[in-house]
């Protein structure tokens, strides 16, 4: 879409920042809005709102909408709309799948892993049908994809909705400070600025320092908030858990050994690789990713969680370590192979550290809960990007190398894998990382 209302690279990478931005936002304020309106209305009006933005669309793009400053601004204002309407569906819908098998530990394994494993199995699909339907009906034809997908599950959630039985008003809960979550949105603002400036032109450049500052003082005002305030934004209520609270810290961590960007512009700058190969080799991966999501399931069920992270730890950091050698390495098949197999460790350890946060967490936490393991998830990746980017500029700097700089970045990625495994085996190793109430309740009757 950027292409085609006539930005350049740049205003391409701020269109992403933008739908990134968007996430943050959303999940941070999560708390806020399900405390008001309930999850079941979110997650109707998250659906409705992304249809009706996918929908103007494919609109602009039928009446030939031309480039210029109103047509940039409508499509950034309509990118931060669209990462706040997707980002709220997944933690809520995680939300009311929890709350509806509460005390059924097998459905709750079960379902769990299907909501995973739709992730992938959504990309994939939904790619390889807009990638057939571009050819004959142009680029706005991939908007139909999700759009139909956007009207499917606004019609279920609105269904939903419409067949659960009402629910006791709760008494109203003192309302989060306006300050906190000016705050919070401040220090997003400034965070997706410092890095996307860093990225784009230079660290050192003034607006980048300056977006820093800005991160530092907000972000530091706004955690305070958070530990202090009688009513805080988010509730830290789920980290007194010590289940929760370390699969929350090796998911954090493990998304900046697993972001997914670096081994790619190695194969697209140094390796020549084509851009319908790159996308071969990520649907290959995703595929695989899957696998290990389908696995995962059989291992929580079997109640063999501990040893499903151990493995899918261990799987991830070999891949990883097959990076590094991807400037010696030809051929399609070895890299998509070694991206299958980060691919495939992904997909088993990421629902089991969510299953294992939460286990334990009651249905009262569970919108703190699961908008702490979005933001893990979302914030991890974000600044594993902007750390790794930082090793690439000061490896290259120093090198005067390209290939120096990308075999710098891909072996700090790999050790940082190596460290996550090592920390998240520590961790959650011990019994008591295993949830009590998934150990205790007995399997529904057949």
Not at 1 to 10: H, I, Q, R, T
Request: hydrophobic fraction near 55%; include cysteine.
């Amino acid at each position: 879409m950027g292409k085609a209302f006539g930005l350049d690279a740049e205003g391409q990478a701020i269109l992403l920042e933008a739908v990134i931005l968007g996430n943050l936002v959303a999940v941070f304020l999560l708390p806020a809005m399900m405390q008001r309106f309930g999850p079941d209305r979110v997650a109707a009006v998250s659906a409705l709102a992304t249809a009706a933005i996918l929908a103007l669309g494919l609109v602009a793009a039928h009446l030939g909408v031309r480039p210029g400053g109103a047509t940039t601004t409508a499509l950034l204002l309509a990118s931060l709309a669209a990462g706040f309407a997707v980002a709220v569906l997944a933690p809520v819908t995680q939300i009311l799948l929890n709350n509806g098998t509460e005390g059924d530990t097998r459905a709750t394994h079960t379902l769990q892993s299907l909501w995973n494993a739709g992730q992938p199995a959504g990309f994939v699909a939904a790619s390889l049908l807009a990638g057939v339907l571009i050819g004959p009906l142009g680029w706005s034809a991939a908007l139909l994809v999700p759009l139909a997908l956007a009207v499917v599950a606004t019609v279920a959630l609105v269904a939903y909705r419409a067949g659960r039985p009402a629910e006791d008003k709760e008494p109203p809960a003192t309302p989060p400070d306006l300050r906190d979550i000016v705050l919070i949105v401040l220090a997003l603002v400034a965070f997706e600025l410092w890095s996307t400036l860093g990225t784009l032109r230079s660290w050192l450049a003034p607006g980048a320092l300056a977006s820093l500052a800005v991160l530092v003082v907000a972000g530091g005002l706004a955690l305070r908030g958070l530990f202090t305030a009688p009513a805080p934004a988010i509730s830290l209520v789920p980290f007194r858990n010590h289940c929760f609270a370390r699969a929350t810290l090796v998911l954090f961590l493990f998304q900046f050994a697993t972001t997914a960007e670096f081994e790619v512009l190695l194969l697209a700058d140094l390796a020549k690789m084509s851009a319908i190969d790159l996308g071969d080799r990520t649907a290959i991966g995703n595929i695989a990713q899957i696998a290990g999501t389908a696995l995962s399931g059989f291992m929580l069920l079997r109640r063999s969680a501990r040893e499903g992270l151990l493995v899918g730890l261990a799987i991830t950091t070999v891949g990883l370590a097959s990076y590094i050698t991807y400037l010696w390495a030809d051929g399609l098949m070895y890299v998509t192979v070694t991206r299958s197999i980060v691919g495939f460790g992904s997909g088993l350890v990421t629902p089991i550290l969510f299953t294992l946060a939460l286990a334990t967490i009651t249905s009262r936490d569970h919108v703190a809960a699961g908008t702490w393991l979005v933001i893990a998830t979302i914030a991890g990746t974000e600044i594993g990007l902007a750390l790794l980017n930082i090793v690439l500029d000061v490896a290259n700097g120093f090198g005067h190398s390209s290939r120096r700089g990308y075999v710098t970045v891909e072996t700090v990625q790999f050790l940082v894998g190596l460290a996550v495994a090592i920390v998240g085996a520590a961790l959650l190793w011990s019994p008591s990382s295993q949830a009590p109430a998934a150990e205790q309740t007995p399997p529904p009757p057949r």
